[in-house]
């Protein structure tokens, strides 16, 4: 939508615009023209894996430091610098700069360094996040039935009771969101890997989840997993995130979904799929200390050593501990007027009301 940026400034009216990307993942196309001049976006196919070009550490990019190439957004690893995408990125980083304002949905305390470092290349940078929890503080039944529509698919709250049935910190929740395809192979080796943990696993496969030929679970599976297992196309994932009984969440590592996951304090298990994913899944692994990653070449003795880590390991408790933190400065930021979120919403709606010779 950077469009709406020329239309402000034809109109001469203020204007802010949303990233719905993680900073962490923002600075990275603030970079696109260092890593193409670098030569890091050529970087793309199994060779590169093989060779270990995916490994090389990027030391430019502020407030990210020691990332490598595996985990910048996959839209920025092209193997031609006229790359249509690398081209829209460009166009629109240019008029990200222009805007009156940056709306980024995050809070202060999590991602601090890397808003500091964007504070110096953008307009003001405003985190109001997580959206959520700022939701929660207005009371407003219209507002509130019309965020209770937004899905794609219609939610089965059915699962919710079954969760019910079950014991606190009990079960594994997993959904790739809405986006995320694999193939039957890696479907089959993630459903292996859940059975043989033994824990219980409520799985969102929503329609076209899978690519190319049809696939199926296994008829044994699901005979060996009926009490301890439920299938569902899609459920009212917030709701699910705050139940008592879950344990952790196998998940795509998509910025909103982790938003809510963030306010639930779960721990996660990545296995990111495209965009900036990936960058999100190092912070989630590597900075916040609320995640593992599982490879994307998906075996189903690693589902399982994994989620039997996350469930009942000492690395899994520690996840918990640290996402519960996170929770807790998630709330602080938005639940009082003095939070940073809050104050951060206040002023950008001063913003838009001041005179236009006040924004100049």
């Known amino acids: 939508m950077g469009f709406i940026v020329d239309a402000a400034e034809e109109f001469g009216v203020p204007n802010v615009s949303f990233c719905i990307f993680s900073a962490c993942s923002s600075i990275c196309f603030l970079h696109y023209r260092q890593l ?148 039957s192979d890696q479907l089959v080796e993630f459903s292996w890997g859940l059975a043989n943990s033994k824990k219980n696993f409520l799985w969102v496969i929503r329609p ?6 049809s696939g199926s679970l296994p008829a044994e599976l699901l005979a060996d997993t009926k009490e301890r297992s439920l299938l569902v196309s899609w459920c009212p994932q917030e709701q699910v ?29 990545c296995w990111p799929f495209f965009a900036e994913q990936a960058t999100n899944c190092w912070f989630n692994c590597v900075k916040w200390g609320v995640g593992i990653e599982i490879d994307n070449n998906v075996k189903r003795d690693e589902v399982e050593r994994l989620v039997r880590e996350l469930m009942d390991g000492a690395k899994g408790k520690e996840m918990k501990k640290k996402a ?13 007027p003095n939070g940073s979120s809050c104050k951060n919403l206040d002023a950008i709606v001063k913003l838009l009301l001041s005179p236009r010779d006040k924004i100049d």
């Open 36 to 183: 193409v001049e670098s030569n890091y976006t050529a970087i793309k196919g199994e060779s590169n894996i093989i060779n270990g070009s995916l490994d090389t550490v990027i030391d430019f990019i502020p407030g990210i430091e020691g990332i490598t190439m595996r985990y910048i957004p996959t839209f920025l690893r092209m193997t031609d610098p006229d790359d249509i995408v690398l081209k829209f990125i460009a166009i629109e980083v240019e008029r990200m700069k222009r805007a009156s304002g940056i709306i980024i949905h995050t809070y202060d305390a999590f991602e601090h360094d890397v808003l500091f470092a964007l504070s110096s290349m953008l307009p003001p940078v405003y985190s109001i996040g997580p959206l959520s929890l700022l939701a929660n503080q207005i009371q407003d039944d219209d507002m509130n039935l019309l965020g209770s529509n937004l899905n794609l698919w219609l939610e089965d709250s059915q699962c919710l009771e079954w969760l019910d049935s079950k014991e606190p910190n009990s079960f594994v929740y997993v959904s790739f969101g809405s986006i995320t395809v694999m193939t």
């Open 241 to 269: 995130l705050n139940h008592p009984s879950i344990g952790g969440f196998l998940m795509q590592c998509g910025w909103s979904s982790m938003m809510e996951t963030l306010c639930a304090g779960v721990p996660m298990i």
């Open 324 to 336: 519960m933190e996170w929770k807790k400065l998630a709330e602080e930021a938005t639940s009082s």
């Open 208 to 213: 076209y989840l899978l690519s190319g030929d």
